[in-house]
């Protein structure tokens, strides 16, 4: 099998990843993507003989190193939209608006409210905060949600205050007390280059005794909650259908195949790809499957090489600084991995990698985007002290296969009776364990 090139430490990224992964046998619905299917908690299955370790850097790039003791690891990430947060919690960065008024926020996580919020001017009193209150007034892309909407109600933490406006209250421990209007905004998270638009957002114009630590500008809350960041974000799902057994060629297997027909490249679609290098053939091979235990993404081996050469020709053309990329070889699978240096950095952090799946009936065509952080691996350099390679997180093979770390911060969702795959970008980082 092609994936047992890759290096031992892999067996460690696969039970990193399951703790970042979610996984449901159900459909989305208005609140929580489970609807009244089973969703599925995953354990880390650890690899005690690990010869290397895993750390998500703050440039949101999984790091792989060389074990040099059995120093316990911490399976986490500051890439993801929620972190790590020093009082103990959690956080969610986003950006918030358009225009003038769009900043990146910091707000604490939390599962149990029902709206997120953040402090807008103008906003009296106010609990302090890192950088300025957000001012609707400034954003273009503000609009006001209506008392006779349907968003406003009661059931969501909001009742309307005459025609034109919503309102919410929030009341908590310590006597905070929360009071503003809803709005409808554009959001997007720190890694994410499109917006999540009409965002369902409480706008505070009066926040007294929250707990904001002088950071907090107001708080996200991760509940299942219709209006709650992981429910809006899960009701943003595309669907594909999911593939019969192909009993006539020869495929007898319970895998998942979906119809993978085209991979963009940021922006550019891929033109050397065709519909038919996925497709499953007499001999059992081909095709395109989802499986958690296939660490990385395998590709058929003809639409790999155009990816490859994509990747290589985007990091070597003129005009982005520095000098020219430095093409190494490494053991391990790999077929392209590349000297880092902060221009190249830079570079891969702009190129994330689409897989574009035929629509399912009714829908629109599905597109999965794999970010940077899940198509590129850091390594220590060999020759060099210090330093780092980067590899395209892909191998050759002879079908293709979504792995494990192309899954991550993703809900997917199997509706085994429709015969549909839906997915949703979701940040999964709660799930997060220390291994002792």
């Known amino acids: 099998m092609e994936i047992m090139k890759l290096i031992t430490g892999f067996t460690l990224i696969a039970a990193?990843?399951?703790h970042h992964l979610s996984l449901n046998a159900g459909a989305f619905n208005d609140s929580s993507a489970a609807g009244g299917g089973l969703?599925?908690?995953l354990i880390a299955n650890h690899d005690e003989g690990s010869i290397y370790s895993t750390r998500r850097g703050?440039?949101?790039?999984?790091?792989?190193?060389r074990?040099?003791?059995?120093?316990?690891?911490?399976?986490?990430s500051a890439a993801s939209v929620i972190g790590p947060e020093a009082n103990g919690g959690a956080v969610v960065v986003l950006r918030v608006?358009?225009?003038a008024a769009q900043h990146e926020y910091t707000l604490k996580a939390d599962a149990t409210s029902r709206l997120m919020w953040i402090q807008c001017a103008p906003c009296v009193p106010h609990a302090p905060q890192s950088g300025p209150i957000f001012d609707p007034r400034e954003s273009p892309t503000s609009r006001l949600v209506a008392g006779a909407s349907s968003i406003c109600a009661p059931q969501f933490g909001m009742e309307p205050a005459g025609d034109d406006r919503c309102a919410f209250h929030v009341a908590?421990?310590?006597?905070?007390s929360v009071h503003g209007y809803v709005h409808l905004e554009h959001v997007v998270d720190r890694h994410s280059r499109s917006p999540f638009e009409s965002f369902v957002l409480g706008c505070s114009h009066s926040t007294e005794h929250f707990q904001s630590h002088g950071q907090y500008a107001g708080v996200a809350t991760v509940s299942r909650a219709p209006a709650s960041l992981a429910s809006q974000l899960a009701k943003r799902g595309?669907?594909?259908s999911i593939l019969p057994p192909a009993a006539a060629l020869g495929d007898d297997t319970a895998a998942y195949y979906v119809g993978l027909v085209g991979v963009s490249l940021g922006a550019k679609w891929l033109e050397g790809i065709r519909p038919e290098m996925f497709a499953r053939g007499r001999d059992g091979n081909g095709g395109c499957v989802i499986d958690l235990g296939t660490p990385v993404t395998v590709m058929a081996e003809e639409a790999y090489r155009v990816v490859e050469e994509a990747v290589w020709s985007e990091l070597v053309q003129p005009g982005h600084g520095g000098a020219a990329a430095v093409r190494v070889q490494r053991r391990g699978g790999y077929g392209l991995c590349v000297r880092v240096t902060e221009q190249i950095k830079g570079r891969l952090q702009s190129l994330s990698l689409s897989l574009h799946f035929a629509a399912a009936e009714k829908e629109e065509e599905a597109r999965l985007v794999v970010s940077p952080a899940q198509l590129y691996l850091m390594m220590d350099d060999d020759e060099q002290a210090g330093g780092q390679v980067a590899c395209l997180a892909m191998v050759p093979g002879r079908r293709t296969i979504i792995g494990a770390l192309q899954q991550v911060d993703t809900r997917f969702v199997f509706d085994l009776e429709g015969a549909k795959l839906s997915f949703a970008p979701e940040s999964c980082i709660q799930d997060t364990v220390q291994v002792v």
């Open 238 to 240: 595309m669907t594909t």
């Open 97 to 99: 608006g358009t225009g």
């Open 16 to 18: 990193l990843l399951t």
């Open 67 to 76: 074990r040099q003791d059995d120093s316990r690891l911490l399976l986490g």
């Open 172 to 176: 908590g421990p310590g006597g905070m």
């Open 39 to 41: 969703s599925l908690g």
């Open 58 to 65: 703050s440039d949101g790039f999984l790091y792989l190193r």
